[in-house]
């Protein structure tokens, strides 16, 4: 299955006291960590920001919104606007202990749905998801008639949802979907990698 691998780095981290994309866990960010991944399973790579000048270098390309300021799902548009491949596999930038084996079975589960999904705690992961240039029309329409809200989205469309005991295969569930979005996730995340002691 070729697909691009799309990182979502346009959040404002406002619960952490700087970019969460470049929390440090170990040595390496965050965003390191995610891409030192995606370069083993995509030879296409993508970050999609609203502030490029940071990510100058880090991957070959960097693309802003095509619908400036409008959150995740324009994101998701732009990530499958320039991808040169009909499907994308999009991951949120506070994501650092993905399994890319449950990615490579998302990519591999998605023929014939507009997306797939993971459900975790009855909760749609839609960060964490796989997106196919069907549902562009659809994810157009929201944005210009300002209709945001992810999981409405998700539900509108062909999805294959997966749920826990699906992926459980791959790896502790609260493990692989932990999110380092404050303070106290990323000293979590430190622990759970090994942890070194916050220098800041």
Known sequence: MQASGVILSGGRSSRMTFNKAFADICGRSVLEIIIKKF???FDELMIITNEPELYHGLVSAVYIDVYPRMGPMAGIHSGLYHSRYETIFLLGCDMPFINMELAAYMLENCAGYDCVVPVIDNKPQPLFAVYNTSCLSAL???LENNKLKLTMFVESL???YMYENE???FGDISTMFFNVN???AL???REMSGGLQDKR
Request: proline share 0%.
């Open 158 to 160: 062909n999805t294959r």
């Open 182 to 184: 404050d303070l106290a």
């Open 39 to 41: 370069e083993k399973y």
């Open 140 to 142: 157009v329409d929201c």
């Open 187 to 189: 000293k979590r995340a």
């Open 167 to 169: 992926m459980e295969y």
